[in-house]
């Protein structure tokens, strides 16, 4: 039997203690971290980018088929794709976390081991953070800090008429993931005693419980001296974010349902499932790709990525926010993306 060790035994700076001995800084940036009453942070002249994220138990993770480990990994890896979408660098984040007495000191370990991971291949620092109980369940709060030179901000709200609307790597496969693993929950409560059958569906399960934030495109805008003119992180499915762009920045678009990048695993579970790959793609979110759009003049660049698909162009706002299907017929775009509050 597994040792357990009560959190109660540690008291809460002991527990914090305990679980962040083993954090190194690898940050210029980092004056202060954990161990005083608040982290202190310089950034050199840059401008500072912060964003906030909760995860939830039973709303946004199912600890049932999602490893601790995954799951510290991916609270952080969350956060740091909104800053790659402002085309900034994260630097530091903090973490807070509440949990109920079903969870020992081993569990805790275990979640900070995947946020150990995640700072460490993304080269950030955690700086500070706090642990309570709650009454039921855990709840995770990460905030994430980048730096950027004020003139490469991308926002949502510069996409202009003509602009080529682009995502990196392929959409649609997390909600797959998704929906194999709630497929096999149900089936396991109604029945514990058949083994889970995952399909050998490594790709679509790994799209959800350990996704990965898009640096390699944010060095390749820096390294092809490429600015887009808006850019958002794809959590609410595509359609969701592209209409936030369309909004924001007063125009409309249009894309192309054949251009959408679908992985081939992702698309032949679909047709199992009777679904459709590219609803799936539209409105399945947690993909945590980036959808950007850009200047028809540096299409010549972009050649080079083939992680990246162009996927449609901006247009005038009279005209919509429309998709043209396989079949040439034109639809306008809903967003019908996953929903927090309903």
């Known amino acids: 039997m ?23 800084i690898q940050n210029a940036s980092t004056i202060l971290s954990i161990g ?21 138990e039973g709303i946004h993770f199912d600890l049932m088929y999602t490893p601790l480990k995954h799951l510290g990994y991916k609270s952080v890896i969350v956060n740091l794709s909104d800053i790659y979408a402002m085309n900034a660098a994260p630097t530091q984040i903090t973490l807070n976390i509440a949990f109920s007495n ?9 979640f900070y081991e995947g946020v150990y991971a995640a700072c ?3 080269n950030v620092d955690l700086v500070g953070g706090d642990t309570c109980s709650s009454q039921k369940g855990f709840i995770i709060s990460v905030t994430a800090i980048g730096e950027i030179v004020p003139e490469k901000i991308v926002k949502r709200s510069g996409a202009k008429q003509g602009d080529l609307v682009c995502v990196s790597g392929d959409l649609g496969s997390a909600f797959l993931g998704l929906t194999l693993l709630e497929r096999e929950k149900k089936i396991y409560l109604e029945n514990p005693s058949i083994q889970p059958d995952l399909e050998n569906e490594q790709y679509i399960i790994g799209r959800l419980l350990k996704p990965e934030a898009k640096r390699d495109i944010i060095d390749f805008f820096s390294s092809e001296d490429i600015l887009p003119t808006s850019m958002m992180d794809i959590s609410d499915g595509l ?23 679908i ?45 990246i698909s162009v996927i ?16 040439g017929n034109t639809h306008q775009l809903t967003a019908q993306g996953w929903n927090a509050f309903t």
């Open 2 to 24: 597994n040792n357990r060790t009560e959190i109660s035994s540690l008291g809460e700076f002991g527990l914090i203690d305990h679980l962040t001995k083993n954090f190194e």
């Open 36 to 56: 005083d009453d608040a982290a202190v942070i310089d950034h050199f002249g840059k401008q500072t980018v912060i964003s906030s994220d909760m995860l939830v």
């Open 102 to 110: 079903r969870f020992s000191v081993e569990a805790l370990n275990e």
């Open 120 to 122: 460490e291949k993304y």
């Open 239 to 261: 359609s969701s974010e592209i209409l936030h762009i369309c909004k924001q920045s007063n125009v409309g678009c249009l894309l192309y349902e054949d251009k959408i990048p």
């Open 263 to 307: 992985n081939d695993h992702a698309r032949q579970f679909a047709y199992k499932l009777k679904l459709d790959p590219t609803m799936c793609a539209l409105n399945g979110g947690e993909d945590y790709e980036l959808v950007f759009t850009l200047n028809q003049g540096d299409y010549e660049k972009l050649v080079l990525n083939e992680q």
């Open 312 to 327: 449609g162009y901006i247009t005038d706002i009279e005209e919509g926010v429309n998709i043209t299907t396989k079949g």
